[in-house]
């Protein structure tokens, strides 16, 4: 502290008070098919969370805060690009797969990965880099497929390690992941191959031996990421952890075996010939002990930050990216007795697009809130604009191709998270589109208005969240104005057709 007072007197500072260093770091935990109603804070009758309960506790914890999409790489395209699913390029899973390649005999693809994100739309990793940041990514990309133009390393990040497929993530013991890092001088992506998975074979009784289970594997790499960070510059790093997404398998530990003895009375599941899902004997103990390891690596974030002593100045940030899956012997109706809300993965209904969303920063966010204000995963970009001081991003960075500089959707909500209520902007709706299952929804205060194949359902979300009453026929003016936003906010997009509506 006089070492500070001395360099004040001379009108000068040291470098660790730059405003660079002091600008917050941000840690963003974003898992794979959690619901709304799996954590402990929300509700959660049988998983233990307590980590996460306790980031609940000392933070924010959003009671209405609602994913991009109700599936993966579209809801990731829009925490990326602050864009709802009307405007950005990625609006469902389209998959890329070719060429043959073997690991040990293991047959795999040469070339894997999703449709790719616009690569004239600025995304979130680049904002962060161009601002200062090392940025970093561990889990999932499902941005683009390898080889493509939208690859971690095209993309403003400087380590990655993870699926650059999400397909992929399908299994967690798997032949190979991806990796890259800028600071070892890599020129690309490239695949670190699971040397000791790929001694034993990808399908049959032989694949429960591989012993390299992925999400530790990754977890361990985001550790070792955050244990090299020294303070000298700000970090932004997006921790796209897979679980709890199928398959349900994980290492046969203590964590796991307690389990096990909680649900004595517990579901097989079969497996599928030839895929990707395994069989597994007590899926609601491998479910339930996924969201706990989680929750263990979560815990073991906030005490490495604390160790370090930079949890003061970090932004944690836990969400989802859609609802509860039900793949792989997954059982969300047992987890989720109460029924609050309608629909899982693939819908639009709220069920499949309302998520848990928990914000810790301390001596900024009040502790222990529970907040209705809605938010969307494109509000996510100029929040985190605000918090760094990027000013007039929609301007700076407008999409050359569209022609246009308003398709950013998002709104800040830092006056919500700083407690500053007053100030804070609403959203006029939230919008989603879905092909695969042909939904488009969009919620207007506590309107809900859904179409499936190009037939309109309206519900009031004051009365009824489950969505069990279409009210369409009994309001046909609010019926009819939210179907005008929908004409409005979707634009065409080749690869991602849905049936505007009737």
Not at 36 to 57: E, F, H, V
Not at 84 to 104: A, L, Q
Not at 427 to 441: C, K, P, V
Not at 453 to 477: C, F, Q, R
Request: aromatic share 12%; hydrophobic share 35%.
């Amino acid at each position: 502290m006089q070492l500070r007072h001395l360099f004040s007197a001379f009108g000068l500072m040291p470098m660790m008070a730059s405003a660079q260093a002091q600008r917050p770091n941000i840690i963003f935990i974003l898992c794979d098919d959690m619901g709304w109603g799996d954590l402990a804070c929300y509700g959660q009758k049988y998983i233990s969370t307590p980590n996460i309960d306790r980031m609940a506790r000392e933070g924010m914890q959003f009671m209405q805060a609602y994913a991009g999409s109700p599936v993966s790489a579209p809801s990731r395209a829009s925490l990326m690009t602050g864009q709802h699913t009307g405007h950005c390029e990625i609006r469902g899973n389209k998959e890329y797969w070719s060429g043959e390649v073997f690991y040990n005999g293991n047959k795999d693809y040469a070339v894997v990965g999703q449709h790719p994100l616009d690569t004239a739309h600025v995304v979130l990793p680049e904002i962060m880099k161009r601002n200062g940041y090392t940025t970093a990514q561990f889990g999932k990309w499902a941005g683009g497929y390898e080889g493509s133009p939208s690859t971690p390393d095209k993309r403003g990040i400087d380590e990655f390690y993870g699926y650059i497929c999400q397909f992929q993530a399908h299994s967690y013991y798997p032949n190979f992941l991806n990796k890259y890092s800028r600071q070892d001088g890599d020129r690309g992506v490239s695949r670190d191959i699971q040397e000791e998975n790929i001694r034993h074979q990808f399908f049959g009784e032989d694949y429960y031996r591989r012993p390299q289970y992925s999400a530790d594997v990754i977890h361990r790499k985001a550790m070792q990421w955050i244990e090299r960070q020294d303070g000298r510059q700000p970090f932004y790093g997006l921790f796209t952890y897979t679980i709890p997404h199928a398959e349900l398998l994980q290492p046969d530990d203590s964590l796991l075996q307690a389990y096990k003895q909680k649900f004595r009375e517990d579901k097989r599941f079969q497996g599928q010939d030839a895929s990707w899902y395994h069989a597994v004997e007590g899926v609601h103990a491998q479910f339930a002990a996924m969201i706990t390891r989680l929750d263990c690596y979560v815990g073991e974030i906030m005490d490495l930050l604390e160790r370090k002593g930079m949890a003061e100045n970090t932004i944690l940030i836990f969400s989802s990216d859609n609802g509860p899956h039900e793949e792989g012997g997954a059982d969300p109706t047992f987890f989720n007795r109460d029924g609050v809300l309608k629909g899982l993965k693939r819908s639009c209904h709220e069920g499949g697009i309302r998520i848990p969303f928990i914000v810790r920063w301390p001596g900024h966010v009040p502790a222990g809130v529970k907040n209705n204000h809605s938010i969307a995963f494109y509000d996510i970009m100029p929040t985190f604009c605000d918090i760094i001081g990027e000013r007039n991003y929609v301007k700076k960075y407008r999409n050359p191709r569209l022609g246009r500089d308003d398709y950013f959707d998002g709104i800040s909500f830092l006056p919500t998270l700083e407690g500053r209520d007053a100030e804070q902007k609403e959203h006029d709706y939230l919008y989603w589109e879905f092909n695969e299952t042909n939904q488009i929804a969009v919620r207007q205060a506590n309107w809900k208005l859904i179409v499936k194949k190009g037939i309109s359902e309206l519900y009031d979300l004051a009365t009824d969240v489950h969505e069990d009453h279409n009210v369409a026929a009994e309001y046909p003016k609010k019926l009819a104005e939210l179907q005008e936003i929908v004409r409005q906010a979707h634009i065409e997009n080749p690869h991602f057709k849905v049936t505007l509506p009737k």
